[in-house]
């Protein structure tokens, strides 16, 4: 049972910042990476940003300097701090983590969380 909670979409003015929550939990080992991926009506979903072990992060160029990827390894958690959103933000949110397919295993799967709807509008 693998399971990644998402939480802290909303509603908010542009100018304004949301943080993003996605705990994963369940038999869910060696963790290469997490990220946030987004979607917006009649768009494809794309990343948004991603990061690795050791603190590697990458972002999309649309938001570079506005959102900040972090995570907490001891809680599998995986956050995004979004500031200066601006409507073209609006979007629904998804986690994504991936990890080994079992233990040791060299086969890696991608997992998602439920998404979360965040929305940019005066």
């Known amino acids: 049972q693998v399971q990644l909670v998402e939480s802290g979409g909303g509603l908010v003015q542009p100018g304004g910042s949301l943080r993003l929550s996605c705990a994963a939990s369940g038999s869910i080992f060696g963790i290469s990476s997490m990220g946030w991926y987004r979607q917006a009506p009649g768009k494809p979903r794309d990343v948004v940003a991603a990061?690795?072990?050791?603190?590697?992060?990458n972002y999309t160029d649309s938001v570079k300097g506005r959102f900040t990827i972090s995570r907490d390894d001891a809680k599998n958690t995986v956050f995004l701090q979004m500031n200066s959103l601006k409507p073209e933000d609006t979007a629904v949110y998804y986690c994504?983590?991936?990890?080994?397919?079992?233990?040791?295993?060299?086969?890696?799967?991608?997992?998602w969380g439920q998404g979360t709807q965040v929305t940019v509008s005066s």
């Open positions: 990061i690795a072990r050791g603190g590697i992060t």
């Open positions: 994504n983590v991936r990890a080994r397919a079992y233990l040791r295993s060299r086969d890696y799967l991608d997992y």
